[in-house]
């Protein structure tokens, strides 16, 4: 029996069954035929624990929203303590959380002005897009062939037709794509002066984090200026030091007119995300201030959360350790690809944001299977199964970082074994 105090379950296989009738049939069943059928029970720091008792430490952070790990102790004690004052608040009006945290987040990036809040970081990506098309009195949205900017109406749009197809929502005459790393392409779609905005994570999650080409991004952003184009950069994976200074397009000597970040933004623990956008992007705030309303959106308690959130990565210590595990997997990849290169052939790192690259169009899902059954989750990417996206967290410890290099080397001959079956593994 598992008793949870509000409700309890016979067993993990009576959980599953009321998750297919009732929640989502199609997650359950994926999971379960690609032999990962995971359901989180307790979880703590960089570790999970199904509900078998199975325990696995954590390398998926579900897209860096466990930059700080599960339930850190700083941050579950600042949303306790925040509720003996705070709840969600109230959306319309002025708010010491929402003010507080707005200006910390605009001094992170000075070049900006204000900062919007959102619940996700689809509505982030959503707020992005309407302000680029209130700022340049445009309609055309320009993003890259495999991107990924979320599931709502505006943002799924942008994104591959995989999540898109389904809900009619795939290929609509104001959005447009290009292909990544080709900057003559985007060159040909700004000429006509009629594109709102070019929206781009600053290393693509979803496609398997391919790098971006030197000089790339900084070319997107000057074709931008130069036919009136709003640059969007998504920082909702690449933000919040992953890749090793606070938001990814720092690291690029870039200045967006307009980013989105979420995910980590809430340890984890309060959902919150951001839109901050520069002073002419955001007259719209001056026009009507209810332009937007998200009743969730800038959440106080998801403020507090989101406050010490910034705080605590701009730590010494943390920093510091940010350099230490990204030097580490950097040097530990290395070996591994030369101990494992029958079929380990490359590695894509940008602090600890790493792809792995496997010689198999599935053999990321063939690795992910194998970690599990090894007691390490790491998932394969969505538009590009041969790439494991592995996404260490912030302050791991060294012996944790050890075990997941000793876990990932024992579980390459199970890897092996899946792909030679010839069966499909997902």
Not at 28 to 43: H, K, L, Y
Not at 60 to 74: A, D, I, K, V, W
Not at 385 to 413: H, N, W, Y
Request: charged share 20%; proline share 4%.
């Amino acid at each position: 029996m598992f008793n949870y105090g509000y409700f309890s379950f016979d067993s993990k296989e009576s959980l599953m069954q009321k998750a297919a009738e009732y929640w989502n049939p199609g997650k359950v069943s994926f999971w379960t035929e690609a032999g990962t059928p995971m359901v989180i029970d307790r979880r703590e720091g960089y570790f999970l624990y199904d509900m078998s008792g199975k325990r696995l430490i954590d390398l998926h952070l579900n897209g860096g929203t466990y930059n700080f790990g599960h339930r850190h102790p700083e941050l579950v004690e600042v949303l306790k303590s925040g509720l003996d004052y705070f709840d969600m608040g109230n959306h319309w009006f002025p708010s010491v959380a929402r003010a507080a945290f707005a200006e910390q987040l605009v001094n992170t990036a000075p070049h900006t002005k204000y900062a919007i809040f959102g619940a996700g970081g689809a509505e982030a990506v959503e707020i992005a897009l309407k302000t680029a098309r209130y700022a340049t009195k445009r309609k055309k949205i320009v993003s890259i062939i495999k991107g990924y900017h979320g599931h709502s109406g505006l943002s799924v749009a942008t994104g591959d037709e995989r999540f898109s197809k389904i809900f009619l929502a795939d290929q609509p005459d104001d959005f447009l794509q290009i292909p990544f790393n080709d900057a003559d392409a985007l060159e040909s779609v700004l000429k006509g002066r009629d594109v709102a905005a070019f929206i781009i994570e600053t290393i693509p999650a979803t496609y398997g984090f391919p790098m971006p080409n030197d000089g790339y991004l900084k070319a997107c952003q000057d074709l931008c200026h130069k036919y009136g184009t709003k640059f969007i950069s998504d920082e909702v994976q690449t933000g919040l030091m992953r890749t090793g200074v606070m938001w990814g397009w720092q690291g690029y000597g870039l200045k967006p007119d307009i980013f989105v970040c979420g995910k980590g933004l809430g340890g984890g623990i309060y959902p919150i995300s951001a839109c901050l956008v520069t002073e002419e992007c955001g007259q719209w705030l001056v026009e009507d201030g209810a332009a937007h309303i998200s009743t969730a959106g800038g959440s106080e308690l998801g403020c507090l959360v989101g406050h010490h959130v910034i705080e605590m990565l701009q730590r010494p210590e943390v920093i510091s350790n940010i350099k230490f595990v990204t030097e580490y997997f950097a040097q530990s990849m290395k070996e591994m690809m030369a101990r494992h290169s029958d079929f380990f052939v490359g590695v894509r790192q940008r602090g600890v944001v790493l792809g792995l690259e496997f010689d198999h169009p599935e053999g990321a899902v063939a690795v992910s299977r194998a970690l599990y059954e090894n007691g390490v989750w790491a998932i394969f990417s969505s538009l590009d199964k041969s790439v494991l996206q592995f996404k260490p967290g912030v302050v791991l410890d060294v012996d944790t970082c050890q075990e997941i290099i000793d876990r990932f080397d024992a579980a390459m001959p199970r890897a092996r074994q899946i792909l030679k079956s010839g069966r499909r593994v997902a």
